[in-house]
């Protein structure tokens, strides 16, 4: 089994910055991916960003790359999303999860999922 806590949301305005963090525990692979969700009312949860454990390798979707970077802090565990420049639409419920894929962009590849954090941006 693996944990993942996901920290850092909260209201912020338009154009401001937040940086979420993802603890990750317990039976981890050597070699894995934490990729970065968000999801909104009446949508699936869309890959923001991802990133490879062990190489650091990293993926963005169009629609935050530029704005956001993802990074991770081997001796803490954690992965973090440092989300810049943020929009009203930016506004979700914000997910982490882990994959035994190298560097996992589809939804299908991610089996454990944190319990989310809420991002809200005012106008």
């Known amino acids: 089994q693996v944990q993942l806590v996901e920290s850092g949301g909260g209201l912020v305005q338009a154009g401001g910055s937040l940086r979420l963090s993802c603890t990750v525990s317990g039976r981890t692979r050597s070699s894995y991916g934490v990729g970065w969700f968000r999801r909104t009312p009446g949508k699936d949860r869309d890959l923001l960003a991802a990133?490879?454990?062990?190489?650091?390798?990293?993926y963005y979707a169009d629609s935050v790359r530029g704005r956001f970077t993802i990074s991770r802090d081997i001796a803490k565990n954690t992965v973090y999303l440092q989300m810049s420049s943020l929009k009203p639409e930016d506004t979700a419920l914000y997910y982490c999860a882990y994959s035994n894929s190298f560097l996992a962009i589809t939804r299908s590849e991610y089996d454990y999922w944190g319990q989310g954090t809420q991002v809200t941006v005012s106008s």
């Open positions: 990133i490879t454990w062990s190489a650091g390798n990293t």
